[in-house]
T-cell receptor, first 117, second 113 residues
Framework: GAVVSQHPSWVICKSGTSVKIECRSLDFQATTMFWYRQFPKQSLMLMATSNEGSKATYEQGVEKDKFLINHASLTLSTLTVTSAHPEDSSFYIC?????????????FGPGTRLTVT | GENVEQHPSTLSVQEGDSAVIKCTYSDSASNYFPWYKQELGKGPQLIIDIRSNVGEKKDQRIAVTLNKTAKHFSLHITETQPEDSAVYFCAASPGFGNEKLTFGTGTRLTIIP
């Protein structure tokens, strides 16, 4: 149980183009999903928190117009990197949790490696 | 905001021996402390967690201890095996109502056969 998938697992795009990453909770309803970015040999940095049907809450320093997050259903959240540049190359990871007030666990997806050329 | 420090950054242990990774946190409002294992090119996997109303939790070869007064918590892995080699992250969050996780900097654990 508690499986989170991401698609694609890796993507290469040209500078200036946009790329969409999907995050799905496969066997539970995720009222809250989180998006992280991880640079090589570094820790995970939270980018934004999204609740189903609401606008995402972005962390300080994360450009909301560049990283568009949509959480349209209880099983799907998407991250769109708009006008991507080489510095956006990173490992993007989502996590999801249920809405239970007794459950704090976050379940992570396998990550998406984005390379911008 | 919360700040989580993790030590050591690298740890090499002989197979069969124990490994201990320590974390300290700054925000006394934190109540939830998970540990994640991340293998190369993969997402983090929750291996054990503890809440502030518990001092210790064990799951087979893995245990976590929490000292809320001192604001530190530790991961203990006994009888280490080669498949334990990975990067381990600690994290902290206030829990319900504010579930944002703040991660430590990670520990690269290498088990020497």
């Amino acid at each position: 149980g508690a499986v989170v998938s991401q698609h694609p697992s890796w993507v290469i795009c040209k500078s200036g183009t946009s790329v969409k990453i999907e995050c799905r909770s496969l066997d539970f309803q995720a009222t809250t999903m989180f998006w992280y970015r991880q640079f090589p040999k570094q820790s995970l940095m939270l980018m934004a928190t999204s609740n189903e049907g609401s606008k995402a809450t972005y962390e300080q320093g994360v450009e909301k117009d560049k990283f568009l997050i949509n959480h349209a259903s209880l099983t799907l959240s998407t991250l769109t990197v708009t006008s991507a540049h080489p510095e956006d190359s990173s490992f993007y990871i989502c996590s999801a949790k249920t809405g239970s007030r007794y459950s704090y666990e976050q379940y992570f997806g396998p990550g998406t490696r984005l390379t911008v050329t | 905001g919360e700040n989580v420090e993790q030590h050591p950054s690298t740890l090499s242990v002989q197979e069969g021996d124990s490994a201990v990774i320590k974390c300290t946190y700054s925000d006394s409002a934190s109540n939830y402390f998970p540990w994640y294992k991340q293998e190369l090119g993969k997402g983090p996997q929750l291996i054990i967690d503890i809440r502030s109303n518990v001092g210790e939790k064990k799951d087979q070869r893995i245990a976590v201890t929490l000292n809320k007064t001192a604001k530190h918590f530790s991961l203990h892995i006994t009888e280490t095996q080669p498949e334990d080699s990975a990067v381990y992250f600690c994290a902290a969050s206030p829990g319900f109502g504010n579930e944002k996780l703040t991660f430590g900097t990670g520990t690269r654990l290498t088990i020497i056969p």
